[in-house]
């Protein structure tokens, strides 16, 4: 059975520092994996999309690595701002097509940037 | 991207009542979904909400307590039915294209508490 653990849960740090948030999942047989941001009310908002062959994506400060063969995945935020507040959530897609759908989530880690 | 509307965003309601959530999307999609996220818990998914048929529902989940409709591609809704305060969590819609490799999209939930 897959799991997905994100580690720390929650972190808290100066604005303008680099920071990394880990996602760890036990089953290696993964379509992709998918970084989300949840804010409070609004819902979860897709950061990154990394394919199984893929191993690293890029979008603006964030960078999200996936080395499938160790069952691990980072997060990178650069130069850290209040405005990153957030719970981050980690999630794999399980091969098969009969999981289109299915998104195995962890259970997050929540950043607080202080200014 | 899709934009994905939910209503009630959020909902108290009584013991032994039913609530119906609903789910609209601003195109037409292939693959609808509802997830739920109890209380200091992560996302997980309840079912596919499959057009013009019964949804697959994930172990764990039935439909005579979650009853799905999909009658169109834009449109879905979910009943919680019989509600206990065990019910009381987010509950999330959720589209994504037919290929496993599409982002998938999240609505801003509905937050539900029973009494």
Redesign the interface.
């Known amino acids: 059975k897959q799991e997905?653990t994100q580690i720390p849960a929650a972190l808290s740090v100066p604005e303008g520092e680099n920071l990394v948030l880990n996602c760890s999942f036990t089953d290696s047989a993964i379509?992709?994996l998918?970084w989300?941001r949840q804010d409070p009310?609004?819902?979860?908002t897709?950061l990154l999309?990394i394919?199984s062959s893929q191993r690293e994506q890029t979008s603006g400060r964030l960078n999200a690595s996936l080395d499938k063969s160790s069952g691990r995945s980072t997060l990178y935020i650069a130069a850290s701002q209040p405005g990153d507040s957030a719970t981050y959530?980690c999630?794999v897609?399980p091969n098969g097509?009969s999981?289109?759908?299915?998104?195995i989530?962890?259970?997050?880690t929540t950043l607080q940037v202080k200014p | 991207s899709a934009v994905i509307s939910q209503k009630p965003s959020r909902d108290i309601c009584q013991r032994g009542t039913s609530l119906t959530i609903q789910c609209q999307v601003d195109s037409q999609v292939t693959m609808m979904f509802w997830y739920r996220q109890q209380p200091g818990q992560s996302l997980t998914l309840i079912a596919t909400a499959n057009q013009g048929s019964e949804a697959t529902y994930e172990s764990g989940f039935v439909i005579d307590k979650f009853p799905i409709s999909r009658p169109n591609l834009t449109f879905s809704t979910l009943t919680v039915s019989n509600m206990s305060p065990e019910d009381s969590s987010i509950y999330l819609c959720s589209v994504a294209g037919q290929l496993a490799k599409n982002i998938q999209y999240f609505g801003a939930g509905t937050r539900l508490s029973v009494l």
Do not use: I
């Open positions: 997905v379509y992709n998918q989300f009310g609004k819902g979860l897709s999309l394919q959530l999630a897609r097509s999981n289109t759908g299915k998104l989530f962890g259970q997050g």
